[in-house]
């Protein structure tokens, strides 16, 4: 910019062409300046090409290399990835064959604790058969040992009873020689008695004739009046006494005075039609 100048030189021609020319010179310093600024600055941007170049050239050497390397890099990681790929479809294929095995081991597993508890009920079914079997074989024992006291009882008694068998054997022998003699006896007597019977029916007969007939039962009983008793049987029981058996029951009459003692009736019999005695019983058998 130009100096400020008076006004009466502003509009002098040679002021405003000195004017004009510094302000050309300046203008042309300036230019200059920026001719030589602009010179360096090619230079230096020719050298920086230059060394740019250079760099271009190393750097595409290097980028050639590193995408050499980095193209056979690729190709060894598609050639891993490939075969992490198959790596993964084989353990993909391994793992499903492993889920259908553990599948299974499951299955088989949860059949196995199936038969496991099935397993253990029966153990317990058996273990409380078992205890059940343990106690009646404890009771087994125990009635066991108590039958065997009871043998041995019973065989102790059994000895006993053989020496009261060859005990009574000698008694039933020395009864059977006693009896014999008593029947003799008792035959002698019961003859007597018949005889008696007969002599006091005969007296009977002839002393009454037929306006009083009795019966035979009727003097034996001494019953009187038309009170009839029909004797069925006798039987001697001793040299003393015989039974007399008749339609109104059981008599016992005394043979130490026929004629004057009285019968005795047996309570509770009502009729007696046969006498059978058995003496090593001391029993008299009535069928009525």
Same mark, same amino acid.
């Given at each position: 910019?130009?100096?400020?100048?008076?006004?009466?030189?502003?509009?002098?021609?040679?002021?405003?062409?000195?004017?004009?020319?510094?302000?050309?010179?300046?203008?042309?310093?300036?230019?200059?300046?920026?001719?030589?600024?602009?010179?360096?600055?090619?230079?230096?941007?020719?050298?920086?090409?230059?060394?740019?170049?250079?760099?271009?050239?190393?750097?595409?050497?290097?980028?050639?290399?590193?995408?050499?390397?980095?193209?056979?890099?690729?190709?060894?990681?598609?050639?891993?990835?490939?075969?992490?790929?198959?790596?993964?479809?084989?353990?993909?294929?391994?793992?499903?064959?492993?889920?259908?095995?553990?599948?299974?081991?499951?299955?088989?597993?949860?059949?196995? &604790? @199936?038969?496991?508890?099935? $397993?253990?009920? !029966?153990?317990?079914?058996?273990?409380?058969?078992? +205890? #059940? %079997?343990?106690?009646?074989?404890?009771?087994?024992?125990?009635?066991?040992?108590?039958?065997?006291?009871?043998?041995?009882?019973?065989?102790?008694?059994?000895?006993?009873?053989?020496? &009261? @068998?060859?005990?009574?054997? $000698?008694?039933? !022998?020395?009864?059977?020689?006693?009896?014999?003699? +008593? #029947? %003799?006896?008792?035959?002698?007597?019961?003859?007597?008695?018949?005889?008696?019977?007969?002599?006091?029916?005969?007296?009977?007969?002839?002393?009454?004739?037929?306006?009083?007939?009795?019966?035979?039962?009727?003097?034996?009983?001494?019953?009187?009046?038309?009170?009839?008793?029909?004797?069925?049987?006798?039987?001697?029981?001793?040299?003393?006494?015989?039974?007399?058996?008749?339609?109104?029951?059981?008599?016992?009459?005394?043979?130490?005075?026929?004629?004057?003692?009285?019968?005795?009736?047996?309570?509770?019999?009502?009729?007696?039609?046969?006498?059978?005695?058995?003496?090593?019983?001391?029993?008299?058998?009535?069928?009525?």
């Amino acid at each position: 910019m130009a100096p400020c100048q008076p006004l009466d030189s502003r509009w002098d021609p040679l002021s405003l062409i000195e004017n004009r020319r510094k302000s050309l010179e300046l203008a042309r310093e300036k230019a200059e300046c920026s001719l030589a600024e602009a010179q360096r600055a090619l230079e230096q941007e020719k050298a920086t090409k230059s060394g740019l170049g250079e760099g271009v050239t190393k750097l595409q050497e290097s980028l050639d290399s590193v995408h050499a390397v980095h193209t056979k890099e690729m190709a060894e990681k598609n050639e891993q990835l490939e075969r992490l790929r198959q790596r993964t479809e084989e353990l993909t294929s391994m793992l499903s064959e492993a889920e259908k095995k553990h599948g299974m081991a499951m299955l088989e597993v949860k059949s196995a &604790e @199936r038969k496991l508890q099935l $397993e253990l009920e !029966e153990k317990n079914k058996y273990k409380i058969e078992s +205890e #059940r %079997l343990q106690g009646q074989i404890h009771n087994l024992k125990a009635t066991n040992f108590e039958l065997n006291q009871n043998i041995e009882s019973v065989y102790e008694k059994v000895e006993g009873l053989h020496l &009261e @068998r060859a005990a009574l054997a $000698e008694q039933l !022998e020395v009864m059977e020689t006693s009896y014999a003699e +008593e #029947r %003799l006896k008792l035959e002698a007597t019961s003859a007597q008695q018949t005889k008696l019977i007969d002599f006091l029916q005969y007296k009977n007969e002839g002393a009454c004739g037929k306006k009083r007939k009795k019966l035979l039962g009727n003097i034996l009983l001494r019953l009187d009046g038309d009170e009839k008793v029909d004797i069925n049987c006798t039987k001697l029981l001793n040299e003393e006494l015989v039974l007399l058996g008749a339609e109104e029951g059981l008599y016992a009459l005394s043979l130490t005075n026929p004629g004057k003692t009285k019968p005795r009736e047996v309570p509770g019999i009502g009729k007696a039609f046969q006498i059978e005695l058995v003496p090593e019983h001391n029993l008299a058998i009535m069928i009525a």
